[in-house]
């Protein structure tokens, strides 16, 4: 589904972000990117976007070269992935209902159909009864599924999570870990950066180390304690 | 199709609420934008009223053709006969000078002045309608007819209506050129308007890019936006004209009436008014088009 083949990311500042990358994701894998903070990690998650481009290799999603794709197309990618981010990129002049309906607007669904979706996205993050609240007045973690509605609403086959639980305590970020394995059970591939050491120790899901913009090793072994850097625990 | 009709008119909608947001900003454009169209605007009425009466004044330009005192009824019969055969003359009507001196008296109530004459001091004459119309032929008609023998003086009568038809091309360009300028003003007005939305609406911008939105949808409400503003400022300058036309009609009908003729001002027309509002359209459209070009293409990224 994802392939990063010798994926270089130099900015015009000269840092080098990313070197030589190369793994691959299996359709309906989910898989956990870890590293310290200024690994790599949200550049790699841009790059599969296509947010930003590699300077060098490729990067292939759905077989399809982003690397590469004319600007036209862009919109048309990124509609097939869900992206989570950690500050949410919530819109703050609407109601939590019209945030989650902004993807559908994008994608020219009609009223009653779009109106069906949302609240089923609503429903799958707990958010139901808050549809009329200004995503303001939510707590971080509810941000957050906020944030995550809006990702699905579209039914991506892919699902970019940045930190998904970069600032929220355990509690709330184990909420959200059950919320993707749900995804995950339904056959949606998911990428998931993390600095959590907690959270990579407690389950049994493949991780993708970065260090310095370098792959460690492809591990598939959850219990490799490679998680590096900023150890939160 | 349905659906995307409907997208359309809520994007429409989008527009018009962000439009009266802040309404004071808003009718503040809209007013500006109506001045400075209304001004070109109501300057091409103007000058398209002063060229129906030029028009109607000079209707059918005469050339009078004056002989010389000593001519002979002979002379004149020949003359006569030349001038019917001439191509370029329509028709032609012989006063003689006793006829020329009764009108005198009737037109200006100089009778007792005229009685007391020794002799009548007014030639013979011909007026004559050329068959062409325009100043050029009309000239060169008149230089020919000034050669003839036993003329005396060939006058064209409407010279006065080519010259200031002549000004009134001027004045024209004039409207043209000011028409383009604020044409410029109004683009950059627009631009300037649908820049500071932008800025405001920057988070939903972005956003919606990452989560895939096409330039075009993102380009929509804007796009709409400048065009209602240009719509609004066209409807205002359109009002502006009617209201000034309206203030103008008194003083011009008793200056008329002074003139003893029916001149009356003619509002501007359906396809003049249709043009004026769909010109505004456009450019309001083309200014917002510039402004989010710019932005997105800033905010492409590397």
New interface residues.
């Given amino acids: 589904m994802i392939a990063f083949n010798q994926v270089s990311k130099r900015y015009?500042d000269g840092y080098e972000a990313l070197k030589q990358v190369s793994f691959e994701l299996a359709k309906g894998e989910m898989a956990f990117l870890s590293g310290h903070s200024g690994a790599g990690k949200s550049t790699l998650l841009k790059l599969i976007?296509?947010?930003?481009?590699p300077t060098s290799g490729s990067v292939l999603v759905n077989n399809q070269n982003v690397s590469v794709l004319k600007?036209?197309a862009l919109?048309?990618?990124?509609?097939n992935i869900g992206?989570i981010f950690q500050d949410h990129?919530l819109?703050f002049?609407r109601n939590v209902f019209d945030n989650v309906l902004?993807?559908l607007?994008?994608?020219?669904?009609?009223?009653r159909e779009s109106g069906k979706r949302v609240r089923a996205a609503l429903d799958k993050v707990g958010l139901l009864n808050r549809e009329k609240s200004n995503p303001i007045a939510l707590s971080g973690g509810e941000q957050q599924r906020l944030c995550i509605a809006?990702?699905i609403v579209?039914r991506p086959s892919i699902l970019l999570a940045d930190e998904p639980t970069g600032n929220l305590d355990a509690e709330y970020a184990q909420e959200i870990m059950a919320i993707f394995n749900s995804f995950h059970q339904v056959g949606v591939t998911l990428l998931i950066s993390t600095h959590d050491a907690e959270m990579l120790r407690n389950s049994h899901v493949r991780v993708i180390a970065l260090k310095h913009g370098e792959i460690q090793l492809p591990a598939s072994n959850p219990q490799s304690p490679d998680t590096t850097g900023t150890g939160q625990t | 199709m349905m659906s995307v009709l409907n997208q359309h008119l809520g994007v429409i909608k989008i527009a018009l609420r962000r439009m009266f947001t802040s309404p004071l900003a808003g009718v503040l454009n809209v007013l500006v934008i109506g001045i400075a169209l209304s001004l070109p605007a109501g300057m091409y009425v103007l000058l398209k009223n002063t060229q129906n009466l030029v028009a109607q004044l000079s209707g059918s330009p005469q050339i009078s053709l004056f002989l010389m005192m000593e001519t002979t009824r002979d002379d004149v019969e020949q003359l006569r006969n030349q001038l019917a055969r001439h191509e370029g003359i329509r028709g032609i009507e012989f006063i003689s000078r006793a006829a020329a001196l009764e009108q005198l008296g009737e037109n200006s109530g100089l009778d007792d002045v005229i009685a007391g004459l020794e002799d009548n001091p007014l030639p013979d004459a011909f007026v004559i309608s050329p068959a062409a119309i325009d100043a050029r032929s009309l000239e060169e008609l008149r230089n020919e007819l000034q050669q003839l023998p036993g003329v005396e003086l060939a006058q064209l009568d409407s010279a006065w209506a080519y010259k200031l038809e002549a000004i009134l091309e001027f004045a024209r360009v004039a409207v043209l050129v000011l028409a383009s300028l604020l044409s410029l003003g109004l683009i950059a007005i627009t631009f300037n308007t649908i820049r500071l939305q932008i800025l405001t609406q920057r988070d939903e911008i972005q956003i919606s890019r990452l989560i895939g939105a096409t330039d075009a949808f993102i380009r929509r409400p804007f796009m709409y936006f400048g065009a209602l503003q240009g719509l609004f400022g066209g409807i205002a300058a359109w009002l502006i004209i009617a209201m000034g036309l309206q203030l103008l009609k008194q003083p011009l009908a008793t200056l008329s009436q002074l003139y003893s003729s029916t001149f009356t001002l003619q509002a501007l027309s359906l396809s003049d008014s249709l043009s004026l509002l769909l010109f505004s359209v456009y450019l309001g459209w083309l200014g917002a088009w510039l402004s989010v070009a710019r932005h997105l293409s800033q905010t492409e990224p590397r």
């Fill in positions: 015009p976007a296509a947010i930003e481009r600007k036209g919109p048309y990618l990124r509609r992206l990129k819109l002049d902004l993807p607007q994008i994608c020219g669904f009609d009223h809006r990702a579209n």
